[in-house]
């Protein structure tokens, strides 16, 4: 098995084959982001070339690279939305909301170059008119791709009963994904009769539940459903890669040592701590003038400090000291009595904190604990000390997530609201956690910057 984990690698379409289906419905979209990427250059330069306002003569150059550059500011808003997600890709909102304000975006940035005067050959209206057909153009790709996602429907057959089977066939019905998930009533002591049905509904694709899956037959039926061009997956794995969750009540140590998640790449990990450096180094660099801002405002609305410092668990559950703007009131009771987590109209809150909490802003001097190796700029939420005690006592693999550098944000903190007040809230945000560390890769990491950066922007 993969380091990567088989929820990643799980294919949809036998990799002995490959075709537009395959790419449509495949988990990572890195095809469609290509196709769409190159789309949006064709579009945008017949949109320009059709401009009265356009001298080919003077700007065919300069022409090349703009396009270019607005080809590469739609795809990486994209991205910050959501837009290539899975679940998301061929819904309607997704293709009319999304198209356009990556277009909008990559339009006001290509206004400001035309305007600082870089671009002498490119009038505004010549912008306009490349971002309309920009925008013509990539709507109806993504009407074509979806149109033939829904008559070419992916055909999945679900083989037992049981918790997790019935919501992957809940979340396989909903049109946009181009699912369709046909139950099959054999039983695997007839393996023949079991085949036959399955060839009968063309499935390429069957999923076992985990009863069936220790079935003694469970290897022959593999084998020879390998032979037939037939993928075999179980319904935990299946779940994972179509929830881009893990459900933590169905999982334990052996599990996620078996599926990677405590195997991360040594390369990934040097590439990932260069990155946090540069990344956080910049960033000190030009929030500096907000954070003196933001220093003054705290020292002058409220007494106490302006940093709240507060012991961390961090990487193999050792002890740091995370830096955050101080937000509330110097609580005065004891520490035993104050709340673990904070509440959205906390009376705690000063007048400071309720600007910049919601904006995140409190969190900027976290940006030395990245340069110091602490935290990473994606990683999971590093936990107070009660909190994580409390935790591990009610989940036996809670501080498997500590075997990494906490982070910022993170795929679990953007896939959940705060601040959450159960067991179970815990729980579901622990599967996005292990989802992450199970996948963690350059490819993700940059899909939760762009999110973050865009849920920021459009909260």
């Not at 007040?421 to 939760?448: A, C």
Request: hydrophobic share 45%.
């Amino acid at each position: 098995m993969s380091q990567q984990g088989m929820a990643v690698e799980l294919p949809l379409v036998h990799r002995r084959s490959f075709s537009a289906r395959s790419i449509l419905v495949e988990h990572s979209p890195k095809e469609i982001i290509a196709i769409e990427f190159l789309v949006t250059i064709a579009a945008y330069y017949l949109g320009i070339l059709l401009s009265p306002h356009y001298d080919i003569l003077v700007g065919g150059r300069e022409l090349v690279f703009i396009g270019i550059l607005h080809a590469l500011i739609t795809v990486v808003t994209n991205i910050g939305l959501g837009s290539y997600e899975f679940t998301k890709r061929f819904r309607f909102s997704t293709i009319g909301i999304n198209s356009c304000v990556s277009q909008l975006s990559a339009f006001f940035f290509s206004i400001a170059i035309t305007y600082l005067g870089f671009y002498s050959a490119f009038g505004r209206l010549s912008v306009a008119y490349g971002v309309a057909s920009s925008l013509v153009g990539v709507v109806v790709l993504k009407l074509l791709m979806r149109q033939h996602v829904l008559m070419n429907p992916y055909i999945l057959s679900t083989l037992g009963s049981s918790a997790l089977l019935v919501k992957i066939q809940e979340r396989c019905q909903r049109e946009h994904l181009g699912f369709r998930c046909l139950p099959i009533e054999v039983d695997l002591y007839n393996i023949e009769r079991l085949l036959t049905a399955i060839q009968a509904n063309h499935s390429k694709t069957i999923i076992l539940s985990s009863a069936f899956a220790r079935h003694e037959n469970f290897v022959d039926f593999s084998l020879a459903a390998a032979e037939m061009g037939i993928t075999v997956a179980d319904e935990l794995e299946f779940y994972t890669y179509l929830f881009e969750h893990i459900p933590i009540d169905f999982i334990d140590k052996r599990w996620l040592f078996h599926m990677g998640v405590l195997r991360p790449s040594a390369l990934f990990m040097a590439s990932k701590r260069i990155f946090d450096l540069l990344f956080s180094c910049s960033c000190l660099v030009i929030f500096l003038p907000l954070i003196i801002l933001i220093s003054l405002f705290i020292k002058l609305s409220s007494r106490g400090p302006v940093l709240f410092v507060q012991p961390r668990i961090g990487r193999y559950s050792k002890l740091f000291y995370v830096y955050k703007f101080r937000t509330m009131h110097q609580y005065s009771g004891s520490s035993s009595t104050q709340p673990l987590v904070t509440s959205k109209n906390d009376e705690r809150l000063t007048l400071v904190g309720k600007i910049i909490r919601p904006l995140h802003l409190d969190e900027l001097p976290q940006l030395v604990n990245i340069i110091k190796g602490e935290m990473s700029f994606v990683g999971v939420r590093p936990e107070t000390i009660a909190y994580g005690q409390q935790m591990q006592g009610e989940m036996p693999v809670y501080h498997l997530r500590d075997l990494f550098n906490p982070g910022i944000t993170g795929h679990a903190q953007l896939s959940m609201h705060y601040p959450m007040h159960t067991i179970e809230d815990t729980k579901k945000k622990l599967g996005y956690d292990f989802y992450y560390l199970m996948n963690q890769g350059i490819v993700l990491d940059i899909r939760i910057i762009c999110k973050t950066f865009f849920k920021l922007i459009f909260p």
